[in-house]
């Protein structure tokens, strides 16, 4: 016959007896609905704690500039930009899965070379998540007639 591997051994229980078992019930089951309180708080605030640190990530965006009618961009120094956010990481998660390229309008600028600044008006940036840094932040842009 074998001996069941679940069970404690024989030389456990001769030299422990039943009072082990006894102790492992009562460390697990004694007060259990105070264990359960305890743990479902501890949850709570570990949860709480997790969603309040600030999470910072970067993302490539692509740069368009939109001209006037009769103007077109001849070239520009950089096609993207670097964008660091900062706040929660599920906002920005969200954010970065939407955000792959900005539209910034030049209808304003006569032909020639210009410098545009890209700033935080530059993005539609959600409550909570702020723009640490944005590079370049100035792009050069050159202008012409069509």
């Known amino acids: 016959m074998e001996p069941n591997k679940n069970r404690p051994s024989l030389l ?8 082990s078992d006894d102790f492992l019930r009562s460390l697990f089951l004694d007060n259990l609905a105070y264990k ?7 949850l709570v605030l570990w949860l709480a704690i997790l969603g309040r640190r600030d ?3 970067s993302q490539d965006v692509e740069i368009f500039f939109t001209p006037s009618k009769g103007k077109t961009v001849i070239s520009q120094s950089s096609d993207r930009v670097r964008l660091k956010l900062s706040g929660p990481q599920n906002s920005i998660k969200r954010y970065k899965a939407r955000l792959n390229s900005i539209m910034i309008d030049v209808t304003h600028l006569n032909d020639g070379v210009h ?3 890209i700033g935080n008006q530059n993005f539609d940036l959600p409550s909570g998540i702020r723009a640490l840094s944005i590079k370049p932040n100035v792009v050069r842009v050159e202008l012409g007639s069509r």
């Open 12 to 19: 456990w229980r001769a030299k422990f007896g039943s009072q």
């Open 36 to 42: 359960m309180v305890s743990l479902f708080v501890a």
């Open 115 to 117: 410098d545009v600044d």
């Open 55 to 57: 999470f910072v990530a």
